[in-house]
Nanobody, 123 residues
Framework: QVQLVESGGGLVQAGDSLRLSCAAS????????MGWFRQAPGKEREFVAG????????DYADSVKGRFTISRDNAENTVYLQMNNQKLEDTAVYYC????????????????WGQGTQVTVSS
């Protein structure tokens, strides 16, 4: 049974930093690309960042480039999202997702999803 469990969300002020973690179990983690998506109230789910199985290929949404960093530790079966200089518009539920090998920006191409963790950025 595959499980993706996000943690690290919370309430922060604009300009602050936060690191999300996603612990995976029940799958060959090192063979899967991992993605972070988010969904704000009243909006569609959007791609945030993705990292290939090897970590050699990384992609970011334009809205987070230069502020967010995705990384993975295959020994710990965990993917991280370091979020710096957060903005009000980063407020959303953040989800991690897994798909084989290569990154995709399309949520429909991911096989497994976590339950999400809330990130709220206040002014």
């Amino acid at each position: 049974q595959v499980q993706l469990v996000e943690s690290g969300g919370g309430l922060v002020q604009a300009g602050d930093s936060l690191r999300l973690s996603c612990a995976a179990s029940g799958l060959a983690f090192s063979l899967y690309a991992m993605g972070w998506f988010r969904q704000a109230p009243g909006k569609e789910r959007e791609f945030v960042a993705g990292i290939s199985w090897s970590g050699n290929s990384i992609d970011y949404a334009d809205s987070v480039k230069g502020r967010f960093t995705i990384s993975r530790d295959n020994a710990e079966n965990t993917v991280y999202l370091q979020m710096n200089n957060q903005k009000l518009e980063d407020t959303a539920v953040y989800y991690c997702a897994a798909r084989p090998t290569v990154v995709s920006t399309l949520g429909s191409e991911y096989d497994y999803w976590g339950q999400g963790t809330q990130v709220t950025v206040s002014s």
